[in-house]
Structure formats: C-alpha cells, structure tokens
Nanobody, 116 residues
Framework: QVQLVESGGGLVQAGGSLRLSCAVA????????MGWYRQAPGKARELVAR???????NYADSVKGRFTISRDNPKNTVYLQMDSLKPEDTAVYYC??????????WGQGTQVTVSA
C-alpha cells in the first residue's frame, strides 16, 4: 500500500508562492502517474496537476500557468510549486495516484490558505 506524507502548506497573501512536497513510500512510485488534488470547504476534491513517470505534466485550467508539478524519482517525492496564488486556491492539498480509481487511501494533506 502506498503511504503519502504532504507538507509545505501555510498562510500566504494573494500573489505569493508556496512549494508543497509529498513523500511517497511504495515501490510503484517511479513508473506511476502522480497528481496533486485539492479540496476546498464544501466542494468536491479535484485534480489540479498530474505528472507521468517520465515527467510529462498536465494542469487544470484554474491553475495553468501558475502551478508547476515536478517529481524526483530517486527521492520518491512529488512537488507542487504554486505561484501567483489567489484566495480561491485556498484548500487542503493532497498528493496521490492518478487516476482516482487507483487510490486506496489518502494522506493527511496540507492546508493552503491564501488571504486577499
């Protein structure tokens, strides 16, 4: 079973930046598509960025041009660089497998709060 530990969240003003990290325990990491999801209060969890084992990435329209996903396979870590943050980016951020059908459990997530 994959174990995930997210970190790097915090409180930031609009226009600011944060870098999230996700440590992944599990032998499937290097060849597996990984993604960052987020869940805002009262809203469904959504996939905002994904990256293949080879490094190809895709983004939700809401974050395109502002967020950058990357991975370090030897370190079993996935990152999300978030720039030009907006209040609507406020959410708990989680990393996990992609697609959602492969997910069996979630980490604790990391809270990102963007003030206006």
């Amino acid at each position: 079973q994959v174990q995930l530990v997210e970190s790097g969240g915090g409180l930031v003003q609009a226009g600011g930046s944060l870098r999230l990290s996700c440590a992944v325990a599990g032998s499937i990491f290097s060849g597996t598509m990984m993604g960052w999801y987020r869940q805002a209060p009262g809203k469904a969890r959504e996939l905002v960025a994904r990256i293949s084992g080879g490094g190809s990435s895709n983004y939700a329209d809401s974050v395109k041009g502002r967020f950058t996903i990357s991975r370090d396979n030897p370190k079993n870590t996935v990152y999300l660089q978030m720039d030009s943050l907006k209040p609507e980016d406020t959410a708990v951020y989680y990393c996990n497998l992609v697609p959602l059908q492969l997910v069996r459990s979630w980490g604790q997530g990391t809270q990102v709060t963007v003030s206006a």
